[in-house]
Every structure is written in C-alpha cells, then in structure tokens.
C-alpha cells in the first residue's frame, strides 16, 4: 500500500493574501471559505439569494476576515471557488472564464489540501450507502477515516484535521467533478450511470462524461473500481490509469468482489474469501447487496482482515431516508426512502419490498421517463398515490400499471395512504424526484415525512411490530 503521493503533499495553489472569489454560500461554499481563511487567503464571499450572506456561520467567516463580494470582484481575484450547485454558466463563472481566471469547485480545492489518501464514489444511485459502508468497514477494522463529500459535509470542512495516516471515504457527484482538474483519488469507484440530472449536463452521454472524470487524473498505483454488471463502465477507464478492479452479482470476476452461491466473495491477489451470507446482510433489497460488493471492492487495496470486513458489513446500519424504517400504524409499516431521487432508485426501493405495498411518488419533475417505475410498481404495488409539480405525470404514468391517485401534497398523500392500506401492507415514500418544488432538500422532505406518520393514530415506533421483511434476491 504505497501511500507516498499523498502523504508527501503536493502544491496547493493558494499562497497568504490571495485574493479568493467563493460563488454560493451553502454548506460547500462555507466549508471553501473557511478552508481558505486557513490557508491565508482573502475569501470574497457571493451569492444570488442575498438572505444566505446573513447566514450566522457566513457573518462568522466575515468576522474572521472574509468579506461579501462587490459586483465587479471577479476583476480583483486570482481564483474562483464554486459551489456545487452553481450552474456552470452563472455569469461570475463565465466573467471568471473569459479573464482566464482558474474555476474550481469545493471538491478541487479540499483535495489539494488533503494530504490523506482520497477513497472517492460517484455514481447515479448507491453513493452514500456505498460510501458509508466503506466508512464503517475502516473504522471497524480500528482505522482513522472520515466521511464527506456529496453525503452531506464537505471535504473542505475535515481536510484540516485528518492526519497523514487517515483516510478519507468521500462520495463525488457529477456536478462536483465538473470543476475539477487535479484531483485525483488513490481508490476511485464508479457504481452506475443511470438517467438523472441531464437538465443540467444535457444529455446520458455527458452525464456519463462527467462521471468518469472521477478517474481522469488517475495513473500507475491508483484503482479504478467499476460495476461489472454495467456494460460500457469500462471504457470510460483511461487505458493508461489506474488498475481496474470489479464487483459483480452475477458473475465472477478476477479482481474484486462478488456473490457466489449467496455468499460475498472477495478476491485479492488471487485468493478467494467468503465474507459473508448476503442473507444476512442487516439493509434490504438487492441494490444494498450491490453496494456491500461495491464497498468491499473499494477497500480492498487497504488489505483489512476478513473478519474485520464481516463485522462491519454485519453491524451496518441503513442512512436516515434510505429504505428507513419509520413505525408502524394499524398493522401497516410506513418507510422513508426520501433519498430516492430518481426512476432508477425509486424501483430499487419498490423492489426490496416483500409485502404489498401503498406507494407514496411526487416531486419537482426532472423529465425522466416514468414507464420503469410503472413497470416496477406491477410487481410490488397494490396502488399508489402521487403528489406536487411531477404528480399529474407521474399518476397517469403509474394508472397504466397499479390503481394511481392525485393528491396535493405529501400531507395529503400520507392521509390517503394511511386510510387506503391495510394491515400487512407497507406504505413507501419512495418519490422518484427530487424535493425541490416543496422542500429544501430530500432530508428535509424524509423529516416531513416522518412527523407525518408520527402524528397518526394509533402510531408506534419501530420494533412494536416486524418492520419490512428484506429480500434475499
């Protein structure tokens, strides 16, 4: 395990006293500014909606020597800092561009300052259970390692205080790597590309192309991890890069992980090692089975103990929104499966379900075709109720398949839901699309959720009764 390149540091880019344009003021573009403040330089901070630049940690960061950006600040900076979710033609990027100022995103400037190996997973769907799982896989095994990125904290907020011989478990999404140029991660995974966010990158192929961006920088010593049940991942490898390792549920494979008669396998330097039963894998449905593999392939390179590996894949628990057990009303199990942000991860959830289920859909449109989730919704579905901006498409969508209603919004949806199910049904908000016609993100749209199903009568909490069986499939 030669972890020099990282250990020995490389050249940050940022001197004392540079003067530092940060766009957007959410969590990535606090983290940014802080990170700079710590290296010496002079943040200028900037944001659309003038209300965030009254946020209590931004007024901290101007108290601390930030200050709020004037309107021609990109004429006075010799960097620009972007937040993730600051579309790449805003006007301070394209002023920014046009000078022949350098753009970087949060993520390229934590990186540069990490002097920790970088274990680095993007992917459609199955990125942050992936990337918790290899969190919890290290710590299990009594290494340092910190968890960050897209999952929700910043990288540029742990940087600082993870040592040398840490590690750093970071999950990456597509409008992350487009404002990267140098980082490079030692282990970097690529778990799926499914339709998603092509109002943003236009079309599946860029999409594809900015995903594979994870692996650009990568060359001799690196791993480049992919899913081998996912046809083309491969080529988006470069030829001369890092070294491919595979999971795989449905075949083996040479170098990675994979189910064999219902055991996951890794396979390391040759060898063969039964890790353990998928069956007793403690989170539901085949998509985690796939994540499990995922994450076993991505530590592999760390050459932890198998059994340290069987106590954590053992010992993991779900993330709050992810096919997450809310309680129990009447007989019936209510689960929040927020996250699911997308067609794709909408019918995975659908599809760990045993027991017949009242489904819970709705949200901001994305644009995304709906005849999978139909599809998905025939085998699991007793009905379904849709709601919000996406919520005529989607009922008439799901009408084809299962009984399907229109409601409001999701207080509506879960009233409808809790008179319409009966005693051993689940009902599952598993929505489709993204929160961002009612909410401010999918966590907020789960918490509603969950006070929700709290509020009905007759409600118990989780363990009164049998929560959703898993599946073995």
């Not at 001197?15 to 969590?27: A, S």
């Not at 960097?79 to 000078?99: D, F, K, M, N, Q």
């Not at 478990?169 to 490079?184: A, D, I, K, N």
């Not at 796939?290 to 628990?317: D, I």
Request: glycine letters at 10%; proline letters at 6%; charged letters at 20%.
């Amino acid at each position: 395990m030669a972890f020099d390149r990282m250990c020995a540091g490389h050249t940050r880019g940022i001197r004392p006293g540079d003067r530092v344009l940060v766009v957007g003021m959410g969590r990535s573009g606090q983290a940014a500014a802080s990170l700079l403040l710590g290296e010496g330089a002079y943040p200028l901070l900037a944001d659309d909606d003038g209300g965030k630049l009254r946020h209590p940690v931004v007024e901290a960061l101007i108290a601390a020597g930030a200050a709020v950006a004037e309107a021609d600040a990109v004429a006075a900076v010799s960097l620009v800092v972007s937040s993730p979710g600051v579309p790449p033609a805003h006007p301070l990027l394209t002023a920014a561009r046009e000078r022949g100022i350098p753009v970087w995103g949060e993520l390229e400037l934590a990186s540069r300052s990490c002097r920790a190996p970088l274990l680095a997973v993007t992917g459609s769907d199955g990125k942050s259970t992936t990337c918790a799982m290899m969190a919890h896989l290290i710590a299990t095994a009594g290494r340092e390692v910190v968890l960050g990125g897209n999952i929700g904290t910043p990288l540029s907020s742990l940087v600082s205080s993870l040592p040398c011989n840490g590690l750093a478990v970071v999950e990456v999404s597509s409008y992350q790597l487009e404002t990267t140029e140098s980082f490079r991660p030692w282990v970097a995974g690529l778990l799926n590309v499914e339709p998603d966010h092509l109002e943003r990158h236009g079309s599946l192929d860029a999409y594809a192309r900015a995903k594979a961006r994870i692996f650009g920088r990568q060359g001799p010593g690196d791993w480049a991890v992919i899913n081998g049940d996912r046809a083309g991942l491969g080529a988006l490898v470069p030829a001369a890069g890092a070294t491919v390792l595979e999971f795989s549920t449905r075949r083996s494979i040479p170098a990675g992980a994979c189910l064999m008669e219902g055991w996951l396998t890794h396979v390391w330097r040759g060898e063969r090692q039964r890790i353990l039963r998928a069956g007793d894998l403690p989170v539901p449905g085949h998509h985690n089975v796939e994540n499990a593999l995922a994450a076993l392939t991505m530590v592999l390179p760390l050459e932890l103990r198998p059994e340290h590996l069987a106590v954590g894949l053992s010992s993991f628990r779900a993330l709050p929104h992810r096919l997450e057990p809310v309680g129990t009303v009447a007989g019936v199990d209510f689960v929040n499966d927020s996250k699911a942000t997308n067609v794709h991860s909408a019918a995975a959830g659908l599809a760990s379900m045993e027991r017949p289920v009242v489904l819970l859909v709705g949200g901001k449109d994305k644009g995304l075709s709906f005849a999978p989730l139909a599809e998905a919704a025939r085998n699991r579905a007793r009905m379904a109720f849709a709601y919000g901006e996406a919520g005529v498409r989607l009922a008439e969508a799901l009408a084809l398949a299962v009984p399907a209603e229109r409601v409001v919004d999701l207080v509506a949806a879960v009233h409808a839901a809790a008179r319409s199910a009966r005693p051993g049904d689940v009902v599952l908000l598993s929505p489709a699309c993204s929160s961002f016609d009612a909410y401010g993100s999918f966590e907020q749209r789960g918490e509603h959720f969950r006070e929700l199903v709290m509020a009905l009568p007759g409600y118990a909490p989780v363990g009164h009764q049998e929560s959703p069986k898993k599946s073995s499939r």
